[in-house]
């Protein structure tokens, strides 16, 4: 297994655009997660699935942005209608749970530009 | 909740050694180490457990205090891979639905 994949690695778009990412996680990988990292920051976390259940959402997400893994397998997350603010290296780890604390391994990210 | 590291930053010489601290103002279940290299994505080193257990591999190990809610990551005789910005990342609980909080960070360069 290759890893995490991520696609688009970039992405330019101007504000009030859709814009969607995608994320493969490792195949055998019941968890997946987002996060969104800025210049100077740690990731943030954005929101996690289970299999194909969303189970979590930080309040960092707002009505704009949705993720879904509509299979237990590969993740999309959509951005509606960007603002400048959205401007972000966008993360997806994913680990498999176990009973104790466990690794994420991450993707390379998107980088995502608002102009 | 964030968590707190320190130094922000710190610049090495190869071979020296180098301390860097996270810190809770909450009960932590566990604390993860990982590095980042500048467009890349960040890589694990190493998760630590509540129970004050320390672990290690080749010149890098880690501590984690429950008590003082804090956890230190220890790099000796830096090389030059080990540039980059560390970052902890931290559960509060046992079984918590499993995302982490990471500290902004410290950046790490180790010169020749």
């Known amino acids: 297994d290759t890893g995490v994949s991520q696609n688009p690695r970039h992405k330019i778009t101007k504000r009030g655009q859709n814009v969607t990412f995608r994320c493969d996680p490792i195949?055998?990988?019941?968890?997946l997660y987002w996060y969104r990292q800025t210049l100077g920051q740690g990731p943030e976390f954005l929101t996690y699935?289970?299999?194909?259940?969303?189970?979590?959402k930080s309040r960092l997400l707002s009505d704009r942005f949705s993720a879904e893994r509509p299979k237990g397998s590969f993740s999309t997350l959509e951005i509606q209608r960007t603002e400048q603010g959205d401007s972000a290296m966008y993360l997806c780890a994913s680990t498999f749970e176990t009973s104790f604390a466990y690794e994420q391994y991450f993707g390379p990210g998107t980088r995502l530009t608002v102009t | 909740q964030q968590p707190v590291q320190s130094p922000q930053a710190v610049i090495l010489r190869e071979g020296e050694d180098a301390v860097i601290n996270c810190s809770s103002s909450k009960a932590l279940y566990s604390v993860h180490w990982y590095r980042q290299k500048h467009g890349e994505a960040p890589i694990f080193l190493m998760i630590?457990?509540?129970?004050?257990e320390q672990k290690g591999h080749d010149k890098i190990s880690a501590s984690f205090n429950e008590k003082k809610q804090q956890s230190s990551l220890y790099l000796t005789a830096s090389q030059l891979s080990y540039s980059g910005t560390y970052f902890c990342g931290t559960h509060l609980r046992r079984g918590s639905q499993g995302n982490l909080i990471f500290g902004k960070g410290t950046k790490l360069s180790v010169k020749p």
């Open positions: 195949s055998e990988h019941n968890r």
């Open positions: 699935f289970q299999n194909e259940a969303q189970l979590e």
């Open positions: 630590l457990l509540k129970g004050g």
